[in-house]
Each structure stands twice: as C-alpha cells, then as structure tokens.
C-alpha cells in the first residue's frame, strides 16, 4: 500500500522496470512476483479504485512503441 499525499506522484517505467513515487526510487512496493503492465496497441481498460468519497484523481498514460 502507498499512501499518498495531495498532489504525489507514481511513475511506473514499463521499458526500464523503474517505479518512482514522488521521485524516489519505489521498488520496494512492488512484489518480487509481480509483472509490469504490458500494455496493447490500441484500447486498453486500466482500472482506479479506492474507499475515499472525495477525491480527485488524474491518469496520464504515455505509451512508446519499444522498436521505435
């Protein structure tokens, strides 16, 4: 679990396997068994959800072909 403060921020690096959370290096919230998304050309559904009633959330995904 990550708790994260009012305007912080999850990097998740697919091609270099990196996670970042709020700038530091955040590997260690990631299980040793878990995979990277791998994410499709075309639509992908990425799914958010948490107990809070209040909230505002963004998600900004940059998908880069790896062959180019």
């Known amino acids: ?17 990196t996670v970042m959370v709020n700038g530091a290096n955040g590997l260690e919230y ?3 068994s878990s995979d990277f998304f791998k994410f499709l050309t075309g639509r992908n559904e990425l799914v958010y959800s948490d107990t809070g009633t209040r909230r505002e ?4 995904i940059l ?5 180019v």
């Open 1 to 17: 679990n990550i708790n994260l403060p009012p305007g912080g921020e999850i990097i998740i690096n697919t091609c270099d396997m």
């Open 30 to 32: 990631v299980e040793a």
């Open 57 to 60: 959330v963004t998600i900004d």
């Open 63 to 67: 998908w880069k072909d790896r062959g």
